[in-house]
């Protein structure tokens, strides 16, 4: 197993690290309340007396907050930042979200917040078996969102050597000329490379690289076995956002550590209108935790990340450390309901890289769900792009396709059993697929029921 960057913090007893915790969740709301505008309004408006604040299950008891709360509070809507929460001498950065929605949201980063995000991407990498000496190409785009520049700070404290790409389109070159020893990068961003380093005559198997880094999207277990056979290494899993979650899958692949003395997540279910427990989906709420005498350009409490998680244990895990780990987050964004059964894009994904499917297969896909001929019926409709459409067993992939499904989300069993719900295949050739032709980030699973 691979040490520590901070083995004092990463591996305290659970007591410990609660009353940690809880120190710095005072701290964060009395931060809050005398520098960030809106939390001040806020805790106001809900009779919310922030002294009262003291311990993380407190923050239960308040209300949750979205990105639609953040665009509400920013121009063009109100003349100024009503989360910024430091003055302009101490903000070193301005980022943006990606803004698929609408306008994108503003965050902004003290020195402070850059260390903290450092901090928790180097816990990430060390625990991934990361250190001085590795070439690290980073994929991840070097633009306004913090992810490719946090892990390029964490790089900097561990001693590893960041080649900052930005994308993944390099070519076999880069690998052979500086042999790198880790990639951070999509899944299918990875996918692609492997193909296109081989056509170049390099063997992903036979490179140098040691591990793979994915991020950037949630992504089935059955398309991280398949990269990792392609490139013949294991990959690892990172859930970063501009937000600050960077939760981060050690080498014991059981689940990702949240570093919980700098990111609280708790789990709500917007159904319910409350929170679960562990063991439960849920969307993870952050709430930032800053420590005593720490500044923050912005902070969050209870803010609904739009992701569904679970807490997997807080227990002790095989590499050592205590802080808890979650699921595989899913976005979503990315769910769709069908006969009342929620189906992400993961589960399409799982179903798409069976292993007996990827003899035909790139693995890439794009799947659509549409209102059937009749009132009360529903089409998904799966596109896969293979090498040779000819040469392809379509009804083995139909096959292997439906029993995952069914598998996956027993409810549509009798929906399939009665053909309410029908399935639809097609094959395209490379380059063949609607979200080829789409710019931004591809949309896998569209529901078009309503358009
Ligand atoms: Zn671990």
């Not at 078996?129 to 390029?152: E, Q």
């Not at 005559?201 to 140098?208: A, H, I, K, T, W």
């Not at 917007?270 to 902070?299: C, N, W, Y």
């Not at 380059?431 to 896998?444: D, F, I, Y």
Request: aromatic share 10%; proline share 5%; glycine share 8%.
């Amino acid at each position: 197993m691979p040490g520590y960057h901070n083995a004092a913090t990463e591996t305290m007893d659970r007591a410990d690290l609660d009353t940690l915790i809880d120190e710095r969740v005072r701290y964060t709301v009395k931060y809050a309340n005398d520098h960030s505008p809106f939390y001040r309004h806020w805790f106001r408006e809900n009779g919310i007396d922030p002294a009262g604040i003291r311990v993380h299950e407190d923050l239960l008891t308040l209300p949750v907050i979205s990105g639609k709360t953040i665009r509400e509070h920013q121009p063009p809507v109100l003349p100024a930042f009503s989360f910024l929460s430091a003055g302009w001498g101490d903000i070193f950065t301005i980022q943006e979200t990606s803004g698929t929605s609408g306008t994108p949201k503003s965050f902004f980063l003290a020195w402070d917040d850059w260390r903290r995000y450092a901090e928790k991407y180097s816990r990430s990498f060390v625990s991934q078996g990361l250190g001085a000496g590795d070439r690290v190409v980073v994929c991840a785009s070097y633009g306004m969102n913090v992810g490719a520049n946090t892990m390029t700070l964490a790089a900097r404290r561990i001693g590893m050597t960041i080649i900052p790409f930005g994308k993944c389109s390099f070519s076999s070159r880069v690998i052979t000329a500086y042999r790198p020893t880790a990639i951070v990068g999509s899944v299918f961003k990875l996918l692609r490379l492997a193909r296109r380093i081989r056509a170049e005559g390099l063997d992903p198997q036979e490179s140098s690289l040691a591990r793979l880094i994915a991020g950037g999207e949630s992504f089935a277990d059955e398309s991280r076995a398949y990269l990792a056979d392609q490139w013949g290494c294991p990959v690892y899993n990172t859930y970063g956002s501009t937000e600050g979650t960077m939760c981060g899958e050690c080498t014991a692949i059981a689940g990702l550590h949240v570093p919980e003395d700098l990111v609280h997540l708790d789990m709500y279910d917007p159904r319910m209108q409350d929170f679960v427990s562990d063991g439960s989906p849920g969307r993870a709420v952050l709430t930032t935790l800053l420590p005593e005498g720490a500044k923050a350009g912005m902070l969050l409490l209870n803010y609904d990340t739009e992701d569904t998680t679970t807490v997997l244990s807080r227990a002790r895990c095989a590499c050592g450390r205590t802080h808890m780990r979650i699921a595989h987050p899913q976005r979503e964004s990315e769910t769709v309901r069908i006969f009342g059964t929620p189906v992400n894009r993961v589960d399409i994904e799982a179903c798409v890289f069976q292993p007996s499917n990827m003899a035909f297969l790139t693995g890439e896909y794009e799947a659509f769900v549409y209102g059937g001929d009749a009132a009360g019926k529903v089409v998904l409709r799966t596109a896969m792009e293979c090498p040779d459409p000819a040469t392809i067993d379509e009804r083995q992939v139909a096959e292997t396709f439906t029993a995952c499904l069914t598998r996956r989300r027993r409810m549509l069993a009798p929906f399939l059993a009665d053909q309410s719900l029908v399935l639809e295949f097609s094959f395209v050739r490379p380059g063949g697929l609607e979200l080829q032709a789409a710019k931004g980030r591809p949309r896998r699973l569209t529901d078009r029921r309503s358009e």
